[in-house]
Every structure is written in C-alpha cells, then in structure tokens.
C-alpha cells in the first residue's frame, strides 16, 4: 500500500483504539461499582473527565523536562501501537509492523516510563520522585518474566515478526500460543497483571498510600495528555498479548472482545486480591512467572 | 521584593526560610534566599473564560467532572469518606478525591477553621488550578457556628476565599453534601462559578484579610 492511504489506516485505527480505551475503562469502572452495590460512574465518563482536563485554564510548569514527560509518555503508547499489526491477513491495519517488530515493541514499553521519570524528576516533589523510582523497580521485574516469554516464542517459531507469529497460529484454538506454549503463556499472563496497574500491583499508584505517584505535579492538559496515553496503552497491550498468545484477531468485532477479555484479567485478578506492598511485588515477580519463565525456554532448548 | 517590605516580611520567617549559606558537596559556599530562590514570586493573572458555546460546553464538562481534593478541616471530614460509600455512592454524580491539589478542582472546607488550619488552607487553594471551586461545609464556615468567639478560629470563611457553595448544618448529613454538589454543578453550568477569577482581582483584599489572621506568615505571597 502506498504511503498516504496507509497514514489515514493509521490515524483511523488509533482513534478507534483510543475511544475504545476510554470506553473499555468505563465498561470496567462500571463492573468494578457493581460488584461494590454502587451505581457507579457513567461510562462515558473518562471522555468528560479527558474534556474537563483539557479545559483547565492555567498550567505551570518546572521546566522543558516536566513538559516533556507526558510527550514521552504518549510517544510510547503511540509507538507500541504504529509498529502493532492489529487485524490478521488486512493490510489495511497492520500499521507500520515489519520482520522485528516484536523487539522494538518491547523496547517502546520502557520508553514512556522513563520519560516519565526525567519529567516527573524534574517537577521537584518528593513524592514523585519516590513513586518513580517504585514504579521503574516494580516495572524492570515486571519485564525480566515478560521478555523471557517473549524469547521461547521466539525459539518456538524461530521469528521475531509479530505478523508471523499470528500466522502460525491460525487454524483453531489448538493452534494457540496458549495451548502450544502453556509455560509462557502464564508467565507472561503473570506480568501482564503488573503491567496494567491494577491491584495486587497498582501501589506505585496508589493514591492515597504516596499521592498518585510518578503524576503528583502533572494537571490539566499534562494529565490529559497521560490519560489519553493510558487509554491507548491499555488496548494497545491487550493487542500484543491477545497476537502473542491468543491467535491475533480476524476482523475489529474479535479484537475488542478478545482485548476486554486480556484486560479484564487484570481486573478480574485485582478485584480478588489485595495490594501488595513494592517490597513483596518484586521479590513476586523474580520467583513465581521468573522460573516459570525460565522452564519455557529450557523446554525449548532441550 | 523591595528592601523593606522584605524585613517586614522577614520578622515572620521561619528560621529554614532566612537568608543563609550551605555548604556544598565539594566544600563551595553558596547563598541561599529561600523565598526567592525555591518559590516563585509572581502574581496570578485572570483567565478569562471564552465565550459562547464553547464555554458553555467546558463549564459542563467541568460540572460533570468535579475531583475533590483529599483534604479535611474540622469535624466535618468525618461526613467526606460515607459520600463514597455504596448508600452514596457520589462517583454516579461524577465526583471523584483526588490526593493532591493540582489534579483537583474543588475544595471543601469541612467545618471550623483554625488559624493554624487557614494557613494550610490557602496554601492548598493557591496550588489548585483556575478554574476551581469552593464549598464551605457546616455553620462554622458560616458565622464561626458554635466556635463563633473561639480564640482561634475565624468566623466567615468568604473572607478569606471566595466561597461558590455553603451547605449548612451541624453537621450536614452526607444527603446534604450530594444536594451541595448538585448546587454547585448548576452553578457552573450557569457560568457563575468563576471564583478563581475573583479571588486573583481581589487578591490584595483577601491577602490583607489573610495576613491579619495568620501572624507567622512564613510562606511566598501567593503559593504556586
């Protein structure tokens, strides 16, 4: 495909991504208050809360760096989703995805947190700098189990091309990662509760414990900057999952029902458990998904 | 700041917050104005709205997203934590706390004010972002209530920040808070709310009012 109509292909799929991220956290907001016996917000509204942040009327800044945290933020939701094939066999939405897309994808889920660390650094409070460094401890044992299950898919179909790992896949739900590589599969599935924030791993940002964390200082349109990315991100990290693991998706009505499904594992998970604290989060995730992480590759090997 | 007003304003100072010298890692010494060096000395300017129905448009957006900041005077915080319980429930209204004043838009002044609180109070205002919003909580915001000729609380909170709502009451039950939130979502949808505005074109006003008040004012004037 030419470049131009695939500029557009891109565009239209980040919006839908986009508004599906804003909606699916809504969906869940929702479930979460009924499982509490409570009403709970609308589910539109992280759309007015995106508008009302958008709409402050004064901002202050500490500097280029604090302006530039959200930007990086941003930059790696968006560069996870433009190298992210989204719907198997079109050409139409697989973005940007070429042979090794699948390294550079794990290299841009870094790259947003420590933009994020230099801007929140520079916004001078204490508190922000504490969240950051918990987060980017938290998050650094959340990728060793994640990227070693990535490496046995890897081994498993000697690629590094996330369209052809989806390939492979097709044919039935016997012919799933999930099914074929169960070891990685669950380790990966392990670290994709710590990677989406949600209780028993949502301390870094927990509220009321070290206010917000990383975005104490980031208001107005800075924190609606990072919601937006938060909306993409969430999807866009379903989708990597659900074509590692789940067969990757034939057309848009199978990617959001396959992505709410990833995602509401997590939420699923956090509704059932407690918080734990970052000093029992780590040593969690380099025991449990770390050896199950290590077995997938020494089967493969062996 | 000219040279006098600044030992005016230095008599107050806590001792942290003088002129003085650190030392350095390599030994260096180097000179330190707190007030000048780590605060930023600026005055706020007004923003005004825009016009039409763009704003209108906003000033739904803000009423229908109102993020509290975590923050309790007095007795009546005690009300605050039942609004978010499953009888309440004040997320369907779209109220949500935030922990910390830059990300919040509204701030309740829940029952009496000391003076030791008042100055924790306006420092949180001041760090919030226009626009936002006050509610005064309880008849202590009102008149002083029962603390009315108390030593050390003020008596009407409108003279120190401009209050948007005043739910009265003591203590107002949590139904009242709810019916407070509704008043001051009409309020803002009918574009009355701009109380950040007034405080910044009253500010020597309110400011004078504050520093009869609070006698150590060791803070910048306006805390950003």
């Known amino acids: 495909m030419n470049i131009f109509p695939r500029i557009v292909f891109v565009l239209l799929g980040l919006f839908i991504v986009l508004n599906w991220g804003l909606i699916m956290a809504g969906i869940i907001r929702k479930i979460i208050a009924r499982l509490g016996m409570r009403r709970g917000i609308k589910v539109f509204q992280p759309y007015i809360n995106l508008i009302k942040n958008y709409s402050i009327r004064s901002q202050l800044s500490h500097g280029v760096m604090f302006y530039l945290g959200p930007v990086f933020r941003l930059s790696g939701g968006v560069g996870i989703f433009l190298f992210m094939p989204l719907i198997y066999g079109s050409d139409y ?27 929140a650094g520079e916004g001078g409070h204490p508190y922000s700098a ?41 044919g039935g739900i016997q012919n799933w990662t999930m099914v074929t590589n169960p070891l990685a599969t669950i380790a990966a599935m392990l670290s994709f509760l710590g990677a989406m924030g949600h209780s028993p791993f949502n301390v870094v940002m927990a509220p009321q414990e070290n206010p917000v964390g990383p975005p104490t200082e980031y208001h107005g349109t800075f924190l609606g900057v990072l919601q937006t990315n938060r909306a993409i991100l969430h999807v866009i990290e379903a989708v990597l999952y659900m074509n590692l693991f789940f067969g990757g998706a034939s057309n848009w009505g199978v990617l959001i029902i396959k992505t709410f499904l990833i995602y509401f594992w997590s939420v699923f998970v956090g509704m059932v458990f407690p918080r734990f604290r970052v000093d029992q ?22 | 700041m000219s040279e006098k007003k600044q030992t005016e304003h230095d008599k107050f100072l806590a001792p942290e917050n003088r002129k003085h010298t650190v030392i350095g890692p390599d030994g260096e010494e180097i000179q330190v104005d707190p007030l000048n060096d780590y605060f930023c000395t600026d005055l706020p300017k007004v923003e005004a709205p825009y016009k039409g129905v763009l704003e209108k448009f906003l000033n739904w957006a803000r009423a229908e997203s109102l993020w509290v900041l975590s923050y309790g005077t007095g007795c009546g915080s005690i009300e605050l934590p039942p609004l978010f319980s499953p009888r309440f429930d004040a997320y369907r209204f779209g109220v949500a706390m935030r922990p910390t004043p830059r990300q919040s838009g509204v701030l309740i002044i829940s029952g009496y ?22 509610i005064a909580l309880g008849s202590c915001t009102i008149n002083g209530g029962m603390y009315w000729d108390s030593y050390n609380t003020i008596n009407r909170l409108d003279h120190y920040l401009p209050v948007d709502v005043y739910i009265a009451g003591c203590m107002p039950r949590p139904e009242a808070i709810l019916a407070g939130f509704n008043k001051l979502k009409e309020r803002i949808k009918s574009g009355n709310a701009e109380g950040a505005n007034e405080y910044i074109e009253k500010l020597e006003w309110y400011k004078a009012n504050q520093k009869k008040i609070i006698k150590d004012w060791n803070m910048p004037s306006y805390n950003w």
């Open chain 1, 130 to 170: 504490i969240g950051i460094s918990r987060g980017l401890a938290q998050f650094t044992a959340i990728e060793v189990p994640m990227t070693l299950a990535i490496l046995s898919i890897a081994i498993q179909y000697q690629t590094l091309s996330i369209s052809e790992i989806v390939a492979a896949q097709q």
């Open chain 1, 93 to 119: 939405w697989s973005n940007f995805s070429f042979t090794g897309d699948l390294i550079l994808i794990t290299y841009f889920m870094f790259f947003g947190m420590l933009g994020m660390a230099l801007g």
């Open chain 2, 113 to 134: 004010l000391a003076v030791k609180t008042l100055k924790r109070v306006i420092r949180s205002y001041e760090q919030m972002q226009n626009p936002k919003y006050v």
């Open chain 1, 281 to 302: 989060s780590i040593p969690w995730f380099l025991k449990i998904p770390l050896v199950i992480g290590i077995a997938a590759i020494v089967v493969f090997i062996i």
